[in-house]
Nanobody, 114 residues
Framework: VQLQASGGGLVQAGGSLRLSCAAS????????VGWFRQAPGKEREQVSC???????NYADSVKGRFTISRDNAKNTVYLQMSSLKLEDTAVYYC?????????WGQGTQVTVSS
């Protein structure tokens, strides 16, 4: 599966962005999907994940502010980000995985300004 992330940009603190991850080559309903991010000088961290059955998980730092969802008809995964903070600045990556395979999209930059 090929993943194409989009939707990043520059936003003021407190604002919102919606990231999209469009898949091709396979249908995403066969995969667990997630969003990760990597800030400068830091390791990549998981932000959120969405299991095939619909169960979601969020990093403590984004709980209540971010929402992951998928639209199987559009074969796309979304990350709705609200109440953005300066510390949310990072490159965001989408991920799709099975028990044996792991796919990554290219990153999309999110910059939160004061």
């Amino acid at each position: 599966v090929q993943l194409q992330a989009s939707g990043g940009g520059l936003v003021q603190a407190g604002g919102s962005l919606r990231l999209s991850c469009a898949a091709s080559g396979s249908t995403l309903d066969h995969y667990a999907v997630g969003w990760f991010r990597q800030a400068p000088g830091k390791e990549r961290e998981q932000v959120s994940c969405l299991a095939i059955g619909g169960r979601t998980n969020y990093a403590d730092s984004v709980k209540g502010r971010f929402t992951i969802s998928r639209d199987n008809a559009k074969n796309t995964v979304y990350l709705q980000m609200s109440s953005l903070k300066l510390e949310d600045t990072a490159v965001y990556y989408c991920n799709a995985r099975t028990a044996t395979m792991d796919y990554w999209g290219q990153g999309t930059q999110v910059t939160v300004s004061s």
